[in-house]
T-cell receptor, first 117, second 113 residues
Framework: NAGVMQNPRHLVRRRGQEARLRCSPM?????VYWYRQLPEEGLKFMVY????????ESGMPKERFSAEFPKEGPSILRIQQVVRGDSAAYFC???????????????FGPGTRLTVT | GENVEQHPSTLSVQEGDSAVIKCTYS??????FPWYKQELGKRPQLIID?????GEKKDQRIAVTLNKTAKHFSLHITETQPEDSAVYFC????????????FGKGTTLSVSS
């Protein structure tokens, strides 16, 4: 039973470059969430998506950040023109479809550690 | 919006002792309270959760208690072992799909043998 998959696990970008982070939810899960974890901090919610729809992006910075979850393929978190302050661990989580038991339980992937130099 | 406070930030115990981590939340509408364990460089793992229709839940050496009136909940680990050493996060949310988890800042638990 494959868990939530994320790649790459580590990503180094120079200031001004673009970062693309990918997340494949657990089999059978249809909800994807992205969280950011700064050093010594808890996880902060960024965005919640279902297939082809952004449902809640209240935690996303207004500029440079975008997310998608296409009909086919993984969810993508895209950060344009990265700055040093974007350096963090980015975690994706998934949950079962609405109507399934415990549809509110979120299971996390291993994260992508982004370093901006 | 919801705010979750977690204490202590660090906790050191001897192997075999008990450990207690406490969290408070602000939004009385929250009714789902999961706990995650994160080892260094690894993913947060859901270890136990509680919904507000119960006051306590146990799973082997781990238990969680909830006081909805006081808006606080706690994680209890008994007979601690070195492999319990990790960062533990509490969170609060609604028990419905699509709701963001609001996390505390974490507690670093160190169990020495």
């Amino acid at each position: 039973n494959a868990g939530v998959m994320q790649n790459p696990r580590h990503l180094v970008r120079r200031r001004g470059q673009e970062a693309r982070l990918r997340c494949s939810p657990m089999k059978g899960h249809s909800h994807v969430y992205w969280y950011r974890q700064l050093p010594e901090e808890g996880l902060k919610f960024m965005v919640y998506l279902q297939k082809e729809n952004i449902i809640d992006e209240s935690g996303m910075p207004k500029e440079r950040f975008s997310a998608e979850f296409p009909k086919e393929g993984p969810s993508i978190l895209r950060i344009q023109q990265v700055v040093r302050g974007d350096s963090a661990a980015y975690f994706c989580a998934s949950s079962p479809p609405i109507g399934r038991q415990a549809a509110y339980e979120q299971y996390f992937g291993p994260g992508t550690r982004l370093t901006v130099t | 919006g919801e705010n979750v406070e977690q204490h202590p930030s660090t906790l050191s115990v001897q192997e075999g002792d008990s450990a207690v981590i406490k969290c408070t939340y602000s939004d009385s509408a929250s009714n789902y309270f999961p706990w995650y364990k994160q080892e260094l460089g690894k993913r947060p793992q859901l270890i136990i959760d509680i919904r507000s229709n119960v006051g306590e839940k146990k799973d082997q050496r781990i238990a969680v208690t909830l006081n909805k009136t006081a808006k606080h909940f706690s994680l209890h680990i008994t007979e601690t072992q070195p492999e319990d050493s990790a960062v533990y996060f509490c969170a609060a949310s609604l028990s419905q799909a699509g709701t963001a988890l609001i996390f505390g800042k974490g507690t670093t638990l160190s169990v020495s043998s």
